[in-house]
């Protein structure tokens, strides 16, 4: 049998110890990159804090695989046995411009099966977490299951880009959904998006291209408090590649995929 509270408690201890370097960095000179295009950050101390959790894991729980952002873990093929999927700053451009509205995110899977979700909002000292049947917390605390909504009563958490003219999806989709909702947020970071609706903060998530350490820990917190996570179309989530993302409370989840997504071409 796997010993998940003694993972979870070393994936603990290392996401604070991440956090602290983190934090001890705001003071210093950033080393920052492009990647796929100009808005594509990467900075030292992405690179550092991945290469921080890879040497624990791998002097802990040498037999477990690593998905990790910045590309420093294992290529994977398959989701068979324990996978670790990372990402040491998600929310880069927020991390390198204010200092804030960025995370660590830690999701570890076993056969493809969400076990433990870890997300650190460095800033605020808010722990997010969640071991598999055991329900979700904020620094220790519970996390009240989440509560049905209807669209016009609902905040979603939806990046301009989609209602937008765009390359990736026909922005008309989702105008009439904008427009239905109470409002609107985008704070550029999927981790945080995704506790944002597990507490409450928004009713829903939506993003059409996301990479599984994007969404790895906040699927598991997630279902834990009854809540829905899928892609677009309302299919499980790809934990391998690229994916869109649909998360909000059960009933939410329902009406945004059957009123206003079931027909997009997507």
């Known amino acids: 049998m796997m010993n998940w509270e003694s993972i979870d408690a070393h994936a603990k201890q290392w996401i ?5 370097k983190i934090r001890s960095s705001f003071e210093k000179t950033l080393n920052i990159e492009t990647k796929s295009n100009p808005n594509d950050l990467v900075t030292n101390i992405d690179k550092e ?17 690593i998905m990790g952002e910045e590309g420093f873990g294992d290529e994977l093929k398959s989701l068979e046995g324990i996978v670790w ?5 998600d929310g880069t451009m927020n991390f390198i ?3 804030r509205n960025f995370a660590v995110s830690i999701g570890v899977y076993e056969n493809g099966i969400g076990k433990i979700g870890l997300i650190y909002d460095v800033a605020h000292d808010e722990l997010y977490h969640a071991i598999s049947g055991e329900g979700a917390y904020l620094n220790g605390k519970p996390i009240p299951l989440l509560e049905e909504t209807t669209v016009k009563e609902s ?7 989609w209602v937008m003219e765009n390359h990736r999806i026909d922005h008309n989709i989702m105008i009439p959904l904008a427009r239905d909702a109470r409002g609107t947020r985008s704070y550029g970071t999927a981790a945080l998006e995704m506790v944002f609706v597990a507490t409450g903060r928004v009713d829903a998530y ?16 997630i279902q834990e408090l009854g809540g829905i996570v899928t892609n677009v179309r309302g299919e499980p989530l790809d934990f391998l ?5 649909l998360t909000a409370n059960r009933g ?4 945004i995929l059957k009123d206003y997504l079931k027909d997009g071409k997507w």
């Open 252 to 255: 939410l989840h329902q009406v």
């Open 16 to 20: 604070k110890e991440a956090g602290d």
């Open 85 to 89: 999927l990372i990402d040491p700053i």
């Open 49 to 65: 804090i991945e290469q921080f959790f890879i040497g624990k894991i791998r002097g802990v729980y040498p037999q477990h695989k």
């Open 241 to 245: 590649t690229l994916d869109s993302v």
């Open 155 to 161: 905040i979603l958490a939806l990046n301009a880009t």
């Open 97 to 99: 411009h204010q200092q």
């Open 206 to 221: 939506i993003s059409m291209r996301l990479s599984p350490w994007d969404f790895a820990a906040g699927a598991v917190i």
